[in-house]
């Protein structure tokens, strides 16, 4: 898409779609490590504990905590909604500014998503390889060990067509002309789905923004639309379709800051959106389809919304310590922990069990090991994504940060 504004009024636009205040930023940070944290602790209870329905003992306490522990899928959405509206907001406020560049965003994004995805796609592929030739590891990487997370043969998805389909974002997307074969996550790597839907989102905003942009032809304009209109034929139905609570993060921008109401209005709102994202959790649980998905994306987006308010209190040193590094490697530890953790299932020969002291401390073990492990390749390399950056606009002619 070529450069192009939003609007007729640059000076007036340029000051549109502002990033979030600082300290909403840390709430929003502390929203993204807590997505990526529970997407990996629904993975960890799920690998070593029963089914609630399968365990001997029932109390509100345990049925609380399987709820709270089985819902990573709702919190890929939280994903998307906050992916919209960062991403959504940075393409706008380039347009605003009369800045936009296709190869500038490209560099960004890509960067973004490259040098985390590389590394764990080698480093998953390592794990797979030798945890399959572990001892007693043969029905955990078969997939009949009980995980509804690796229902799979882990050892047909470790091949070089996988690998490169998820090099280039193809999972979850039915090639044409292939008899509907859909390319599957690599290795024993399933939560790389949602990268392709990231990826294919961030390909289809700046075509939508540029169909809908009154500063362009009617020609430019219906082309960005059949663009639109080739997303939608190319990336299938289920893809599609999840596209629209990502783009509810883009409508958060166009709403009204919350951050000139009184204190006890923000309160009410914020308190009121986090009840209804709970509510959405719930239902996410009992119903899981689409139509939930979206209701969720709704209740996420009016959660960030509520959240541009929280401006006025002050907040303890720690807390932002923790949200701003929790977001900055959410990422990584989204993309690398599934393949150690069926690792270390094979390497100390956990099977799935009854609630028990042991098993509890062995799921507390998984946890700070994961985390470690992200940690640790968080330092080596999504750390130097800006550096990477910086890099390539250099290399680049016309590409600019």
């Known amino acids: 898409m070529a450069s192009s504004t939003v609007s007729t009024q640059p000076a007036k636009a340029s000051c549109a779609f502002q990033p979030p205040a600082p300290d909403a930023s840390v709430h929003l940070d502390a929203l993204r490590g807590l997505a990526a944290f529970f997407v990996m602790i629904s993975h960890c209870r799920e690998s070593l504990f029963l089914d609630y329905r399968q365990i001997t003992e029932h109390h509100w306490y345990t049925a609380l905590a399987f709820f709270v522990t089985n819902v990573g899928h709702g919190w890929v959405i939280v994903f998307f909604v906050m992916s919209g509206y960062l991403v959504g907001g940075s393409v706008l406020r380039a347009h605003a ?14 960067s973004r998503l490259y040098i985390v995805l590389i590394p764990a796609l080698l480093l998953g592929a390592c794990l797979d390889a030798w945890g399959m030739h572990l001892p007693g590891a043969a029905s955990l990487y078969a997939g009949t060990s009980g995980m509804h997370h ?8 470790c091949t070089l067509p996988v690998l490169c389909g998820n090099l ?25 789905w949602s990268l392709s839907n990231e990826f294919w989102y961030y390909l289809l905003f ?25 997303w939608v034929w190319l990336v299938g139905p289920m893809v599609a379709w999840l596209v629209l609570p990502w783009l509810m993060g883009v409508l958060i921008l166009f709403l009204p800051s919350t951050a000139s109401l009184v204190r006890w209005v923000r309160t009410a709102l914020l308190g009121s959106a986090i009840a209804l994202v709970a509510a959405c959790m719930v239902l996410e649980k009992l119903y899981a389809g689409y139509g939930v998905d979206l209701l969720l994306g709704l209740a996420v987006s009016a959660l960030v919304w509520s959240l541009q308010g929280c401006t006025a209190h002050a907040l303890p040193g720690w807390y932002r310590v923790v949200a701003h590094r929790a977001a900055r490697s959410s990422y990584t530890l989204y993309l690398v922990h599934m393949p150690m953790l069926v690792f270390l299932l094979a390497f100390f020969h956990l099977n799935r069990q009854q609630l028990q002291s042991s098993a509890l401390l062995a799921g507390l073990g998984l946890m700070v090991a994961l985390i470690v492990y992200a940690q640790i390749v968080y330092e080596g390399f999504e750390k130097h994504t800006d550096q990477l950056r910086r890099w390539l606009y250099r290399l680049l002619p016309g590409a600019t940060g």
């Open 150 to 157: 690796l229902a799979y043969d882990v050892r047909a998805r």
């Open 206 to 230: 700046p075509f939508l923004v540029a169909a809908c942009s009154r500063s362009k032809t009617w020609k430019a304009r219906l082309g960005n639309l059949a663009a639109v209109l080739a």
């Open 97 to 110: 500014a009369q800045r936009w560049s296709w190869r500038s965003y490209l560099v960004a994004r890509l």
């Open 168 to 192: 280039f974002y193809l999972q979850s997307i039915i090639l044409p002309g292939t008899h509907r074969f859909v390319v599957p996550p690599f290795g024993s790597n399933g939560p790389l």
